[in-house]
């Protein structure tokens, strides 16, 4: 029996024990938890009150404001950040330091997802600051390369795209941001603007090589869009049926020197099913006549199913012993930089081959 309540004794004091220890360590981390807020709260008030001091100087002001704005990122305060840099800014709008705070500021709406606020500090930099150089970074320069990341705006986009090419040649790739800026205007409807531009992307030494992001054969593309721009453009039928009709002709009368001139003189293409129009093996520069010689060439009366109100294919067969098909190419223009040729219709390749 007094072996029994001896045990129940130990028993109850090990738990005692246990729980006072729990205790102790749950205290311990409470307090070390609450011991980094209160050295947090005391080194803001110290320097708070560092910055009241009349006799600050510029750097040293830079350098208090910046550890206080640093502090609160480090605690995750963005909520306080944000209106203590926005308040230094309103009350000191000639410091030389307003574009950095307006900058971080900027970033800490980024963080939060608040991309349209982002964007209005980043243009408020550039509108309202003097441009300042961070660990060797022009303030200005990240604004703009934000600002197109952020805006889906063209005619934003635009300015940003010319004031990095203005302002910052040396730092940009000008090459890419010649053809992106094209495609800016493209999307405005300035042609104009945007074959100028296309045009500057061919000038730069390295515009037949460059690899541009999600753009697979820019200079073929600009260079395509560039001679067409600046070709006769007297290929071109009003219609259609006015093109199919002239081309069948041709062939009835062996007249190759009039399928000559109906094929597009800029583009045009001659190339199997498997190819892609913008490889470089697939632009083409022949004569019809020696595939017309000795040849009986036919050609089907209606224009293949898989026609189209803006593509069409005619099946012909008997050019050559090699490949004997050919399916003819027209498409409707679509080139609002020449409103005269926009809309109307054109003879643009040839695929050897049967369809696949």
Not at 30 to 54: G, H, I, M, S
Not at 167 to 192: C, H, I, N
Not at 213 to 224: H, S
């Amino acid at each position: 029996m007094l072996e029994s309540l001896r045990h129940k004794a130990l028993s109850m004091v090990s738990a005692a024990v246990l729980i006072a220890s729990a205790s102790f360590f749950s205290c311990g981390t409470e307090n070390r938890a609450d011991k980094a807020e209160r050295q947090y709260r005391e080194t803001q008030e110290k320097l708070v009150q560092q910055l009241q001091r009349p006799d600050l100087g510029k750097e040293e002001r830079y350098a208090i404001i910046n550890r206080i704005a640093s502090n609160m990122l480090s605690m995750g305060e963005r909520n306080e950040l944000i209106p203590f840099l926005t308040d230094l800014v309103e009350q000191n709008p000639g410091d030389t330091y307003n574009a950095y705070w307006l900058l971080m500021t900027a970033y800490a709406y980024l963080e939060t997802d608040a991309e349209p606020v982002a964007e209005y500090y980043f243009e408020r930099i550039l509108s309202d600051c003097t441009d300042l150089m961070v660990q060797g970074k022009s303030i200005h320069f990240m604004c703009l390369q934000h600002l197109i990341n952020i805006s889906t705006l063209p005619s934003k986009r635009i300015s940003y795209f010319n004031q990095l090419i203005s302002r910052f040649p040396d730092d940009v790739s000008q090459t890419e941001l010649y053809y992106r800026l094209a495609l800016e205007y493209e999307k405005e409807g300035e042609w104009t603007l945007a074959i100028k531009s296309y045009e500057d992307f061919l000038s730069q030494s390295n515009a037949s090589t460059i690899q541009i992001a999600g753009i697979p054969n820019a200079y073929l593309t600009a260079r395509q869009l560039t001679d067409l721009n600046n070709s006769p453009k007297d290929w071109t039928f009003e219609s259609l049926d006015s093109l199919i009709k002239a081309v069948k002709t041709a062939i009835s009368s062996y007249d190759w020197r009039a399928l000559d001139r109906y094929k597009s003189k800029v583009n045009f293409f001659a190339m199997s099913w498997r190819q892609d129009t913008t490889d470089i093996n697939s632009q083409e520069n022949f004569s019809m006549r020696s595939f017309m010689q000795g040849n009986r060439v036919y050609y089907n009366r209606a224009l293949d199913d898989s026609s189209s109100p803006t593509e069409a294919y005619l099946r012909t067969w008997g050019w050559s012993n090699y490949v004997n098909v050919w399916y003819l190419y027209f498409r409707k223009i679509n080139f609002p930089a020449a409103p005269d040729i926009h809309g109307r219709w054109e003879w643009a390749g040839i695929y050897f081959g049967e369809k696949l």
